[in-house]
């Protein structure tokens, strides 16, 4: 299983109209092909500063293969709209990660 993490730091200007977009854009989008699963959405503590803060947007996929998949189809056309949207007030970065057990 992997987790699929993006982190975005958002203008306190933007932050409304970007947790709408990615209640009822973002996660609809990403988790309709199915390849993508379990969304959820943090906001990080302590992450605040100069009129920004921090949101992490997590799902989990069945294989890395899927994922890069997903990013093609989906992924990467839905972060041209928000870079469309929001420009340089939202930025993000993502990360892979490998469930282990424990």
């Known amino acids: ?11 306190d200007s933007v932050k409304d109209s970007f947790l709408s977009w990615v209640r009822t854009v973002y996660v609809p989008h990403a ?6 699963v379990a969304p959820m959405l ?3 503590i302590g992450s605040a500063e ?3 803060e921090s949101y992490a947007v997590q799902f989990r996929a069945h294989s890395e293969e899927s ?7 989906i992924g990467n056309a839905l972060i041209n709209d928000m870079t469309r949207r929001f420009g340089q ?4 970065f993502s990360t892979m990660m490998d469930k282990l057990e424990l």
């Open 1 to 11: 299983m992997i987790v699929y993490n993006t982190t975005f730091m958002v203008m």
């Open 31 to 36: 988790t309709q092909s199915r390849k993508l």
């Open 42 to 44: 943090t906001r990080i």
């Open 50 to 52: 100069d009129g920004a």
């Open 67 to 73: 994922l890069q998949e997903w990013k093609q189809e």
């Open 89 to 92: 007030q939202v930025v993000g």
